[in-house]
């Protein structure tokens, strides 16, 4: 099957036809995983990453330090 990579903002898209949607478990909004494999595209139904595998990926170079945005709006302590 085949279908046609057209730009849009940020890169570009590909129309997956509804049956080939349904038997790769994809649904309009959800994550799709992308990777090239031996020079070809795979897209694979995704899924929302765990609170556990977001703060795996926190490292001392992409923490940031703390910050405050405006003045306190109650009891804080700034």
């Given at each position: 099957m085949r279908s046609r990579v057209e730009k849009c903002s940020g890169g570009?898209?590909?129309v997956v036809p509804d049956s080939?949607?349904?038997?790769a478990g994809?649904?309009?909004g959800d994550?799709?995983?992308?990777?090239?494999a031996e020079?070809?595209?795979v897209v694979r139904a995704g899924r929302a990453s765990t609170l556990a595998e977001l703060l795996a990926r926190?490292?001392?170079e992409n923490l940031h330090s703390e910050w405050a945005d405006g003045p306190?709006?109650?009891a804080e302590l700034l």
């Open positions: 570009l898209s590909v080939l949607a349904a038997e994809l649904r309009e994550l799709a995983e992308l990777e090239v020079g070809r595209l926190v490292t001392p306190p709006v109650g």
